[in-house]
């Protein structure tokens, strides 16, 4: 049975980081598209980075370019999700899902965690 669980969330000042991590079971995630999603009281779900099976090849949404950085651990079959500089519009439950295609679109996506708290607030 596929499950994720995401862990790594909590209460950070603006500036500060954090670092997220989905560990999955009952599949290895090296075989497909990892994104992890956001979603701020009253606003829909967005991407905000991917990581594609095979090369491994990253993407981003603008507004945390440079920010954040996905990376995977086969050998944990993890992935994670670094934070740095991080802002109160930052503020969400943070999501990691499993899908097909590389997309930030989330009905792409067929298999989701229960989410993980993020607050930047001073």
């Known amino acids: 049975q596929l499950q994720l669980v995401e862990s790594g969330g909590g209460l950070v000042q603006p500036g500060g980081s954090l670092r997220l991590s989905c560990v999955a079971s009952?599949?290895?995630?090296?075989?497909?598209?990892i994104g992890w999603f956001r979603q701020a009281p009253g606003k829909e779900r967005e991407g905000i980075s991917c990581?594609?099976?095979?090369?491994?090849?990253?993407s981003y949404r603008d507004s945390v370019k440079g920010r954040f950085t996905i990376s995977r651990d086969s050998a944990k079959n993890t992935v994670f999700l670094q934070m740095h500089s991080l802002k109160p519009e930052d503020t969400a439950v943070y999501y990691c899902?499993?899908?097909?295609?590389?997309?930030?679109?989330?009905?792409?996506?067929?298999?989701w965690g229960q989410g993980t708290q993020v607050t930047v607030s001073s």
């Open positions: 009952g599949l290895s995630l090296d075989y497909y598209v």
């Open positions: 899902a499993v899908g097909e295609i590389v997309t930030f679109t989330p009905k792409w996506y067929h298999s």
């Open positions: 990581i594609s099976r095979g090369d491994g090849s990253t």
